[in-house]
């Protein structure tokens, strides 16, 4: 019988801690970042195999796994108390650090919010740049990014680009803002356009275009509050 390989015998590039100092945490699979926490495995099975035994147990659902009891945990071969506590002490730590992070982020309740956290951004340049702003379901702001920086009179809105990242980061919203170095805030007509444009492409992703503001010096213009988004 052919000795059974552990993860020690496993390339390098291929053992979840090595992997995830290189690569990141978002490169493993579930059963790899379970297999970290639960440290080894079984005198027949790797830590990884213990740990996809254990995602299985639970449906192949990581909430699931996450809600799960004690003694659901230790059912599973290769799972005694200790590593059973240990896993649902990570799960508790990444519960409190999800809800500490969601008090952090800002809530957007109206364009004047919006414009408050945008302004300083936009309101002295002396050239145009494209930002948005991407929000969770409670509409409060996940990242704002620059997307774009251009001339005097103009800047490009990318709208695959802001949409791909409204996707990666999971936002439920978007708020779209530029400002205009002239001072007048009035939007142009190519403005109004890249807004529809943005808004139905963000629409066929259950992605809602929530305003499209613009900054003049300090004064703004909301397309939400006009009426026209």
């Known amino acids: 019988m052919s000795k059974r390989l552990t993860i020690k015998d496993w390339k390098e590039d291929e053992r979840p801690r090595e992997k ?22 079984t005198r027949d099975e790797s830590a990884v195999d213990v740990a996809r035994a254990l995602i299985e147990k639970h449906g192949n659902c990581m909430r699931t796994l996450a809600s799960a009891s004690i003694e659901s945990l230790i059912s599973v071969k290769g799972i005694g108390k200790s590593k059973a506590i240990t896993l649902l002490a990570a799960v508790e730590m990444g519960k409190r650090v999800s809800s500490a992070r969601s008090k952090e982020l800002p809530e957007i309740t109206s364009s004047q919010s919006a414009a408050k956290i945008i302004s300083p951004l936009l309101m002295d340049l002396p050239y145009e740049e494209c930002w948005v702003m991407y929000l969770n379901r409670a509409n409060r702001l996940i990242s704002k990014n620059r997307m774009s920086k251009g001339g005097i009179s103009s800047t490009v809105v990318d709208v695959k680009l802001i949409v791909k990242g409204a996707l990666e980061k999971l936002a439920s ?29 963000a629409s066929y992703f259950d992605i809602t275009l929530l305003d499209h503001i613009i900054i003049a010096g300090d004064k703004y213009f909301s397309f939400a509050d006009d009426g026209i988004i």
């Open 20 to 41: 995830m100092a290189v690569l990141g945490p978002e490169s493993l699979t579930d059963a790899e970042l379970t297999a970290i926490i639960i440290g080894s495995g």
């Open 173 to 201: 919203a978007i708020i779209l803002a530029h400002n205009h170095p002239s001072g007048n805030a009035k939007p142009g007509e190519s403005d109004k356009t890249q807004t529809k444009l943005l808004k139905d492409a």
